[in-house]
């Protein structure tokens, strides 16, 4: 019998999950840890694995659709069986078809189904791939490779007018290229051999599961947390000039440190001071109370690219009061490019005790950021700009950044939060005591 692979609960509150991207195709060899997958979740992007070995005999979940947990998406052919004539009765038997992200599963996709989506498809071949049908669902969405959209906007080509040879249908950049050849797939009233202006278009675009639970937190967070903020600057001249020399002597290492790891370092060490920014507002019944957490955990705000779906994620530093400065350099790099390729874990994701949000490095100077519960607070950061500045009496050149803290005012007060801030910038302007 043929191994039937449904999609996996990869998060305590999931309840669907959309093929962002299949690995591999009909015909392919799999082995067990190979990822197959990376699957959209409520909360991230994340990996999925094979825990058999056989031949990938049928698709039955095309790139962009959402199906409901323990859904079948994917037919293995066991050695010795047929994987041709298991794919055309593996497709046959799990119709699905692309759903907008955020909406509610047709009736039969639930975990609770225990069987398969029962859900429509569009014509396909025996490989589950659209067989010479356009690349969009109907609703005008188009199904196409981040590579094959760019060579797409630069050349003028209308992709609702291509059909795509990748998996189930998808766009790719030999199918750009063969239209272009052909001609008569350019924007319309371009003029022959010219690249057309960009333009913008009218559309609507399907929430995506990991935005729906952004919009959701967001909104949670802003309706039932009283936020304020505080801001300060920091003179960065002593911490610029000891990163470089750090960076310059650890080079040989691979190490670089960045202006976010020692805010990390910092703001974790503050908290030894000022307990109440590392605690929780928490409701048990009828009784309210503060709990003071012992570990600081410091997540930090990670942007994913558009081709994962986007959408934003925080990843956890943890005990990041009682490690280094090349040890939370090292986890922070490892999140995010964990974060940006494969996804975190929900273990990586959970237990952060204060969010940093740094949009230094792209040249924003001042913003403020919503608080991400349980934490009650979040630092805001801007890039350390070079400006004038007045020192000893003179006006001279300095780096100076601009920190904003959002907090819970049912737990911090302006003047507890101004403290906190003021021992930060105190520990950023005397670098030297986060070495120690």
Excluded at 13 to 25: A, D, F, P, S
Excluded at 226 to 241: G, I, K, N, R, S
Aim: glycine fraction near 10%; include cysteine; aromatic fraction near 2%.
């Amino acid at each position: 019998m043929p191994i039937e692979v449904t999609m996996p609960r990869l998060s305590d509150t999931m309840e669907r999950g959309t093929v962002v991207k299949w690995n591999v195709k009909p015909g392919d060899k799999v082995s067990q840890g190979q990822v197959l997958a990376d699957i959209e979740t409520d909360k991230a992007t994340m990996e999925l694995q094979s825990f058999d070995n056989g031949t990938v005999a049928a698709l039955t979940a095309p790139e962009g659709t959402q199906v409901g947990v323990g859904s079948v998406i994917l037919v293995l052919a066991k050695e010795g069986e047929d994987w041709k004539s298991i794919g055309a009765t593996g497709a046959r038997s799990a119709p699905v078809r692309a759903a907008a992200a955020g909406a509610p599963s047709p009736a039969g996709t639930s975990a609770a189904s225990g069987g398969t989506a029962v859900l429509d498809r569009p014509a396909s071949g025996a490989n589950g791939a659209h067989a010479g049908a356009p690349a969009h669902d109907g609703a005008d969405r188009v199904f196409a490779s981040p590579l094959a959209r760019k060579i797409a906007a630069a050349e003028g080509v209308n992709l609702s007018r291509v059909q795509g040879s990748g998996p189930s249908g998808r766009i790719i950049r030999r199918d750009v290229e063969a239209a272009l050849a052909a001609g008569g797939v350019t924007a319309a009233g371009a003029p022959s051999g010219a690249k057309p202006a960009p333009t913008l278009e009218a559309k609507t675009v399907a929430l995506s599961a990991m935005r729906g639970v952004i919009a959701r937190r967001l909104v949670e967070s802003t309706t039932t947390i009283p936020h304020y903020q505080v801001t300060v600057e920091v003179d960065m001249d002593a911490l610029m000039a000891l990163r470089g020399q750090l960076n310059e002597q650890l080079a040989g290492q691979g190490v670089k440190l960045s202006v976010n790891d020692f805010l990390v370092r910092a703001c974790a060490v503050a908290m030894n001071e000022h307990p109440f920014i590392n605690s929780r507002w928490v409701q048990r019944g009828s009784e309210v109370a503060i709990d003071l957490v012992e570990r600081v955990n410091v997540g930090i705000a990670i942007s994913l690219p558009q081709e994962r779906g986007g959408g934003l994620v925080v990843g956890t530093v943890r005990d990041a009061d009682r490690v280094g400065l090349r040890a939370i350099s090292a986890e922070s790099k490892r999140l995010a490019e964990k974060a940006r390729t494969r996804g975190l874990s929900v273990e990586e994701m959970s237990d952060s005790t204060f969010t940093i949000s740094n949009l230094g490095m792209f040249g924003v100077s001042h913003f403020t950021a919503i608080i991400n519960p349980p934490n009650v607070a979040i630092l805001a950061v801007g890039a350390a700009i070079q400006r004038p500045v007045v020192k000893g009496g003179a006006v001279v050149t300095g780096y100076v950044m601009s920190m904003t803290m959002s907090s819970d005012h049912r737990v911090i007060d302006g003047a507890m939060a101004a403290a906190y801030l003021a021992t930060v910038r105190d520990l950023l302007e005397k670098p030297a005591t986060l070495l120690v």
